[in-house]
T-cell receptor
Framework: DGGITQSPKYLFRKEGQNVTLSCEQN?????MYWYRQDPGQGLRLIYY???????QKGDIAEGYSVSREKKESFPLTVTSAQKNPTAFYLC????????????????FGAGSRLTVL | GQQVMQIPQYQHVQEGEDFTTYCNSS?????IQWYKQRPGGHPVFLIQ?????EVKKQKRLTFQFGEAKKNSSLHITATQTTDVGTYFC??????????FGAGTTVTVRA
């Protein structure tokens, strides 16, 4: 079955440590995204990538880094510079854009819940 | 980016009753999407609205896009316990960047 796999599902980190969240998709989608979800704040975009070897900052990119070396993979690193990293992280993907509106319908993974101790 | 405001933030509904949740913007929206996130789950796409005044139905759910394309609504009839969750609207700023509202969290009293 096609889908998005995020790992780990739960992660605990000590302050000052970097952690990397994995996101893999087999939907053949070109675009991939990372969102952060905090209670009562909806989803906020961290980074997105339209194509391999290219990515753009979202609304809250500070303290995070990404890479897009393969179409299927879009890992997110939460660095020690992120001041409040405890959150639920969601990876998503979408079809390539087209002249039709709505090409950016998102398919989400199950999420990774990061807790900083 | 453009922002969408969702009201109410919380909706407590008696099973069998109807309710409506709203998504508002101060600017014209290119399109609006709705997602549902069950407790402990991840958002799942429900519908996309593109045209002014568009109305789409999915069983007991009715989605509407305003004539001015500045607001959208989701109306659920005969609420069931399976409707529990958080409903998000999202606005497509461009082909890649979606901006999500804060969501309406729905609880159902049996």
């Amino acid at each position: 079955d096609g889908g998005i796999t995020q790992s780990p599902k739960y992660l605990f980190r000590k302050e000052g440590q970097n952690v990397t969240l994995s996101c893999e998709q087999n939907l053949n989608h070109d675009a991939m995204y990372w969102y952060r979800q905090d209670p009562g704040q909806g989803l906020r975009l961290i980074y997105y990538s339209q194509i391999v070897n290219d990515f753009q900052k979202g609304d809250i990119a500070e303290g995070y880094s990404v890479s897009r070396e393969k179409k299927e993979s879009f890992p997110l690193t939460v660095t020690s510079a992120q001041k409040n990293p405890t959150a639920f992280y969601l990876c998503a993907s979408s079809l390539p854009t087209s002249s039709l509106p709505g090409a950016n319908v998102l398919t989400f993974g199950a999420g990774s819940r990061l807790t900083v101790l | 980016g453009q922002q969408v405001m969702q009201i109410p933030q919380y909706q407590h509904v008696q099973e069998g009753e109807d309710f409506t949740t709203y998504c508002n913007s101060s600017t014209t929206l290119s399109n609006i999407q709705w997602y549902k996130q069950r407790p402990g789950g991840h958002p799942v796409f429900l519908i996309q609205l593109v045209k002014s005044g568009e109305v789409k139905k999915q069983k007991r759910l009715t989605f509407q896009f305003g004539e001015a394309k500045k607001n959208s609504s989701l109306h659920i009839t005969a609420t069931q316990t399976t409707d529990v969750g958080t409903y998000f609207c999202a606005e497509g700023e461009n082909d890649y960047k979606l901006s999500f509202g804060a969501g309406t969290t729905v609880t159902v009293r049996a």
